[in-house]
Nanobody, 122 residues
């Protein structure tokens, strides 16, 4: 099992940037794929980005491609989501998750953080 704690959320104006962090504990963190998901009020949780266990492969939802960057620091057991050119529609609770395979499917991730709120004002 991997314990995950997100941080870095907050309130930002449209066009601004935020960097989310997800600190992981557990000896097997380096073998897990990591994903970022988000959930806005009244909507289902949706995929944002994933990075594979090595950090060499990443994938993004079309809605964030070119604006968000996912990365992982294996030495620090931390995954990041750099979010640039933020839009009001990016407002949501952002969750990081750990899974055995790198996929867009929410159900494939077994361990989840508590989430961090991102609010983008227009």
């Amino acid at each position: 099992q991997v314990q995950l704690v997100e941080s870095g959320g907050g309130l930002v104006q449209a066009g601004g940037s935020l960097r989310l962090s997800c600190a992981a504990s557990g000896r097997t963190f380096s073998s897990y794929a990591m994903g970022w998901f988000r959930q806005a009020p009244g909507k289902e949780r949706e995929f944002v980005a994933f990075v594979d266990w090595s950090g060499g492969s990443t994938y993004y939802a079309d809605s964030v491609k070119g604006r968000f960057t996912i990365s992982r620091d294996r030495a620090k057991n931390t995954v990041y989501l750099q979010m640039n050119s933020l839009k009001p529609e990016d407002s949501a609770v952002y969750y990081c998750a750990a899974g055995l395979i790198a996929t867009t499917m929410t159900s494939a991730y077994k361990d989840w953080g508590q989430g961090t709120q991102v609010t983008v004002s227009s």
